[in-house]
């Protein structure tokens, strides 16, 4: 087999087998499938799709091209992903909050991809954090706090870490396949028992409507089931951004202002309802009484800061959150054009925003500046004067923070009629 006939087949309309699909993915692991072929496979996939069986073969393909964990402790591993939007920090919340309930999260997780945040970009915020942890520190936090956030190392689905890189570059983010054997091929390295898979839909997410996010939704939980690790699907709305911050630093903010009590808005709710099922599918009841009791009682704060301090983190994080943050140059409002009622936020065009300040890539080998981002974006529904505050922008330079105004404008509709923006769980599938 080579890589020009397996980019050939898929051409051509055909699906390639799966010894060319397992092929194909231990040559992005070894190096024998190059960055070109990569995108060109990816592209192929993107335009063409692949089968059930193909969709399958090559999510386990993807996993079995490295290390696949397994766990020797006393209480389910589980793991939550979502399928990416626009102020989504739950993880930062869920796991902690999850191994104050007494199971074990190892969290491999991914940086931002297209106009969505990345859980590591996040956490690189953190002064001293480390994303990239050995095997050894990731096994030794996830044994002492109950749950450890770290990216796939190389040995984990290391097919996987080469396709990511390329789909963010060119475009093929939005394939069903390709995210579906993405999500999933890390996850089932990770050796879990369980897993809830939030899948996103509306103007902020991949996903723009129910009918493609209940199909990726079906694919994933199909695959994952087949694989032996009992997962389910909540659809959740992305109509607006989850949380009123967007960005890496504003992002962390946003999670420990629900980890210590001071907000029980939509991050927290979603926490809490993707938690909840998550424990059911491990087997334990009553998990949403459980959840809220974690995060109320500062036992999630707790082991927050013991995952942090354990990977490299300052130790009084929990404490003193604000202090570790750095905070942009250039911060400022953008005032409302005119009175009226917020009836429209493109999510989208916010996270692009976010993503020319810096916050995010748009080349692969682009740095993120942790600082940027926009803050207290306003909801759907939210009735405001001219002049009336719609965000902070928090910027590097000037120059950036008019760009970024100019698109918050864009994004951002005012008019007159009420607006009904859809409630935070849409649907379950499993």
């Not at 190392?153 to 290391?158: G, Y």
């Amino acid at each position: 087999m080579d890589a020009r006939s397996v980019i050939a087949c898929l051409r051509k309309g055909e699906e390639p087998s799966p010894e060319a699909l397992a092929w194909f993915a231990r040559g992005l692991a070894d190096g024998t499938v190059s960055d070109a072929q990569a995108g060109a496979f990816a592209m192929g996939v993107c335009l063409r799709g692949l089968s059930e069986e193909g969709r399958v073969a090559l999510t386990l393909a993807m996993r079995d091209s490295g290390h696949v964990m397994g766990w020797d402790l006393p209480g389910p591993v589980v793991d939550k992903h979502s399928t990416g939007g626009v102020g989504d920090c739950t993880s930062l919340v869920l796991a902690p909050a999850l191994a104050a309930c007494g199971v074990y999260v190892p969290m491999i997780s991914g940086r931002g991809l297209g106009h969505t945040g990345g859980t590591l970009d996040k956490l690189d915020a953190i002064p001293g954090y480390a994303t990239a942890a050995d095997e050894r520190l990731f096994r030794k936090v996830v044994a002492d706090a109950g749950c450890a956030i770290v990216g796939a190392s190389a040995q984990v689905a290391p097919a996987d870490k080469r396709l990511y890189a390329v789909r963010d570059v060119s475009a093929t983010v939005e394939s069903l396949d390709l995210i579906c054997a993405s999500i999933l091929s890390k996850k089932l390295a990770a050796g879990l028992q369980a897993l809830v898979l939030d899948v996103k839909v509306g103007s902020g997410a991949f996903m723009k409507t129910p009918e493609d996010a209940r199909a990726l939704s079906r694919a994933m939980v199909d695959t994952a089931n087949a694989a032996g690790c009992r997962t389910s699907v909540l659809m959740t709305a992305m109509d607006q951004p989850l949380a009123s911050n967007l960005g890496n630093t504003l992002e962390v903010d946003s999670a420990m202002r629900v980890l210590t009590g001071l907000d029980t808005g939509p991050l927290h709710e979603l926490s809490v309802a993707l938690g909840a099922e998550v424990l059911a599918n491990a087997g334990i009841k009553d998990g949403e009484k459980a959840l809220r009791e974690a995060i109320s009682s500062g036992a999630a704060a707790e082991r927050f800061g013991k995952m942090v301090f354990g990977l490299g983190g300052p130790r009084d994080f929990v404490e003193h959150w604000r202090r570790f943050l750095p905070e942009a140059p250039v911060i400022r409002e953008v005032p409302a054009p005119r009175a009226g009622i917020v009836g429209r936020i493109d999510g989208e065009a916010l996270g692009l925003a976010v993503v020319r300040l810096g916050g995010g890539r748009q080349v692969e080998t682009d740095r993120i500046d942790p600082m940027v981002g926009l803050s207290e974006v306003v909801r759907l529904g939210d009735r405001l004067d001219k002049g009336a505050p719609l965000v902070r922008i928090h910027a590097a330079r000037v120059a950036q923070a008019d760009e970024a105004e100019r698109a918050v404008l864009a994004a951002i509709a005012i008019g007159e009629t009420e607006a009904h923006p859809a409630p935070l769980v849409l649907e379950r599938i499993g």
